[in-house]
């Protein structure tokens, strides 16, 4: 259930919205800086206004191939204020959805993100394990999501987004395959994790075995204890991990780096935190990390990266805006 803080903020948020969809530029950057001055007042407006931000990038996408007129689609938002309190959230939404439905004649739902339409996904900052109908136990990582799809010869789980551990039930009849981007991993074991990055899949194998497949590349039998980058040019190299210590990473939510560049482990802690984390890249270039960071806890990692890195400086604008860089002199501070 939402607060009454909650509330209000997103009443106001529909009423910004209507005033940044407006047709006259000058009126438009008006409330742009009023937004803003908005948004910056109260960390929960800024938490509010990031979905209707989305909207509102939407509407100004569609602008010219609607011919410039969504009056229809501001009534639409408009109209939320002139509701009683506990109809006003309800209507918000189906509200954004009729005001893009006017500026594109297409379904809303067709365009969602695949994050939103998985059948399992966990929020930012959050893991949830799931026991699938078959026995088999599916954790998903921060801000992951993945789609099941059983049928009586098969049973298939789609990586949609993030992360995730496996501990495959045993079914001789129906194999167990995940399915990312760029390759099929068919289980010949038990536990193995799988990570989708932009272009990649990341496959740890921690018992047994799996075979990965590209299409048209040979398939690849990976081991435990192996780890491998897989892209559509087929399966990389193997690396050798340590099973335990990637398993015992995911039961105690933590970053185990050795000799990574600080800004790759910046962009992981990023995953796990609300919000944004900016980093100036050339100032931290040269910067190598060897650490365990809890991952449940972001600002205890930042913490740490600042009382092992003193050129380092985290300046926490909001709890939604961190900025990183390494000043040429001067303490590290937070």
Do not use: C
């Not at 609607?66 to 938002?77: E, I, K, Q, V, Y």
């Amino acid at each position: 259930m939402n607060s009454p803080r909650t509330d209000v903020a997103a009443e106001q948020a529909a009423h910004w919205i209507v005033r940044l969809s407006a047709d006259d530029p000058a009126e438009r950057d008006m409330a742009q800086a009023g937004f803003a001055a908005w948004k910056a007042a109260d960390p929960l407006h800024a938490t509010v206004a990031a979905g209707m931000e989305n909207l509102l990038r939407q509407l100004n996408a569609v602008r010219e191939p609607a011919g410039g007129d969504h009056r229809p689609a501001r009534a639409a938002l408009a109209a939320i204020a002139q509701k009683r309190p506990r109809q006003r959230l309800r209507q918000l939404a189906a509200a954004s959805a009729v005001a893009m439905l006017v500026l594109t004649g297409a379904l809303v739902i067709s365009e969602r993100p695949a994050y939103l339409l998985a059948d399992l996904r966990s929020p930012t900052g959050q893991w949830q394990t799931h026991t699938l109908a078959d026995g088999s136990r599916l954790t998903l990582g921060s801000d992951s999501a993945v789609n099941v799809r059983f049928n009586a010869g098969e049973r298939h789980v789609e990586l949609v987004r993030g992360d995730i551990l496996v501990d495959v039930a045993k079914d001789a009849q129906r194999p167990f395959i995940v399915d990312s981007k760029q390759a099929a991993i068919r289980a010949l074991g038990t536990r193995f994790a799988v990570r989708r990055e932009d272009g990649a899949t990341i496959l740890s194998m921690l018992e047994s075995k799996v075979l990965a497949q590209v299409p048209q590349h040979p398939a690849v039998v990976v081991q435990a204890g192996q780890r491998t980058r897989i892209t559509e040019d087929g399966v990389g190299p193997m690396q050798a991990i340590d099973a335990a210590s990637v398993q015992e990473a995911w039961r105690a939510r933590q970053l185990v780096v050795d000799d990574l560049p600080l800004a790759e482990v910046l962009d992981e802690l990023a995953r796990h935190r609300p919000g944004q984390l900016h980093y100036d890249g050339a100032q931290i270039a040269g910067i190598r990390v060897a650490a365990v960071l809890p991952l449940d806890d972001t600002d205890k990692a930042l913490q740490l990266l600042i009382d092992n890195f003193p050129q380092l400086r985290i300046r926490m604008l909001t709890r939604y805006l961190v900025m990183v860089d390494a000043p040429a002199s001067g303490p590290a501070k937070k």
